[in-house]
Structures are given as C-alpha cells and as structure tokens.
C-alpha cells in the first residue's frame, strides 16, 4: 500500500519540481510587489532580517540591497540553490540561505530585529507554530510582517476556490482567514493592516506550478464549472480575453512586544 505524503513532504516533493516555474513567475519577479511589502514592513538599513519560507529568494535579495544582514530560510533545497546562485551573482556576501523546517528554526531566542513571511502561511499545516518561531526570534521591539491571501467570506465560493488552488498546486493546504492570521500576533503591537483584492492572471498563475496529466484535466473542467455558475464567476473576471480570478491580499505587521 503506498503511503500517503504528509503535507510536509508534499511541500518539498512539489517544489522541487516546480522551482523553476516559481522562480520565472511574473509575481516572483515583481519588484514593485516585493518593494511595497518592504516599505509596508518599515524595514530600515540596520535591520538584521529573517524570512521564513523564502521561496527562490526574491524578497530577501531585495531586502539584502537596502540591509545590514539577511537570512532566508525555506524548506526546500532546490528553491533555496537559487537564491543562493543568484546572491552569488550578485555578489552579495550580507545574505545567506538555509534549508530548515520553519516549525522549528535553528535560531536563539530574540536573534533578528525584523522577520516576514510572505505569500506561504497557506502551504502549511501548522501555521501557528510558524508565527509562533517568528516571534520567538524577533527582538523585543523588532518588527514582524506577514502577507498572504485570504479566505473568501462566502463559504461557498472559497470551497470553489480551495479546490481550485490545490488543483493548480499540489501543495496548498488552506487558505487562512484574517481572524486566524490576526489571532496568532498576541505578543505583537499591530501597527499596519492592509487587504485587497487583486486580479490575477488565470494562466499565469497555473504555470507558476506543476500539475499531473489527472489535475490538469480536472483543473479544466473545474474552471468551467466555475464560469458556468452565478456566484462563482463574479469573481472570475474576463479581460483584453485573458481570464482572471478576484484574490484578496492581506498584509499585517507589528512590533513585537514580550
């Protein structure tokens, strides 16, 4: 009987494959996106950073330009071979990139005065246990950001859309409400809270990941299904006759206080 991956190992197994298409993403690749979030996250030059769940290392690249030091930590080995390709060709020597679980990070208490994560928190099990590690080792008084979609309101439309995500990408896991993201910054001082929705490209967002021969066929059939259906397809949303879907973004940030 083969056994059935944890989420954990879907993670790793599901962008090792697709690295390079995350990597090429026109999202990835955004430098106003990433700028924003910097300036949202009021990082500041003497900031020794932390980002959980890195990804190819866009951010932290970013963040390594305009800082004293950064750390980029994801879990999977091949996302992290590229920013750390990347930081050498740069010839960046204030960032380095570590493959570790964010659950459990290798870290003292209190090491970093800034740490963020950005669009990952819906790829993870145990969420809590992350926020929890960022906190953990932010400075009192450092800075925490975190971005990422959020859950629909209407539970019908976010069950549509939670199929729909895990169609596209083997490894989402759920897509969290404000309420359970908000919850998790007990030991913050909230200073910044942003939401929106943003129109995403349909195809651009599918070949960020990979998809087998069965969920490709699904995925088709699923879209139509939504375009078909009333409540659904207000939020899928045909432009210059490239397809759309409505996605709302929030961001948070604080200063942490323990």
């Known amino acids: ?30 430098r106003n996106e990433l700028q924003s979030f910097f300036d949202f996250s009021k990082l500041d030059k003497n900031d020794d950073l932390l980002e ?17 030091s950064v750390t980029g930590v994801d ?16 010839g960046l020597t204030n960032i380095k990139f570590i493959c570790h679980d964010a659950e459990i990070l290798p870290f003292s208490d209190d090491t970093y005065s800034a740490t963020v994560c950005k669009s990952a928190l819906h790829h993870m099990e145990e969420f809590e246990k992350v926020i929890a590690e960022m906190i953990r080792c932010t400075k009192p008084g450092g800075k925490i950001s975190v971005q990422d979609i959020t859950a629909y309101e209407d539970e019908y439309v976010n069950a549509y859309f939670e199929k729909l995500e895990k169609k596209i990408d083997a490894s989402h896991y759920i ?36 998809q087998d021969k069965k969920n490709g066929r ?41």
């Open 175 to 210: 897509t969290l409400t404000k309420s359970q993201i908000f919850n998790c910054f007990n030991k913050v001082k909230i200073q910044g809270l942003f939401e929106r929705f943003n129109d995403l490209n349909l195809h651009d967002y599918i070949g960020h990941a990979i």
């Open 218 to 258: 699904e995925l088709a059939a699923h879209i139509e299904l939504g375009l078909s259906d009333k409540r659904i397809s207000e939020y899928l949303i045909r432009k210059n006759k490239n397809l759309y879907f409505r996605r709302k973004v929030f961001i948070i940030s604080g200063i942490v206080n323990k």
């Open 75 to 90: 879990i999977t080995q091949k996302m992290i071979s590229f920013g750390q390709q990347k930081a050498d060709a740069m």
């Open 52 to 68: 959980l769940a890195c990804g190819t290392g866009s951010f932290s690249l970013l963040a390594a330009e305009k800082l004293r």
């Open 1 to 30: 009987m083969k056994r059935i991956k944890n989420q954990k190992e879907t993670v790793i197994s599901q962008f090792n494959l697709q690295a390079q298409n995350f990597d090429d993403w026109s999202i990835t690749q955004n």
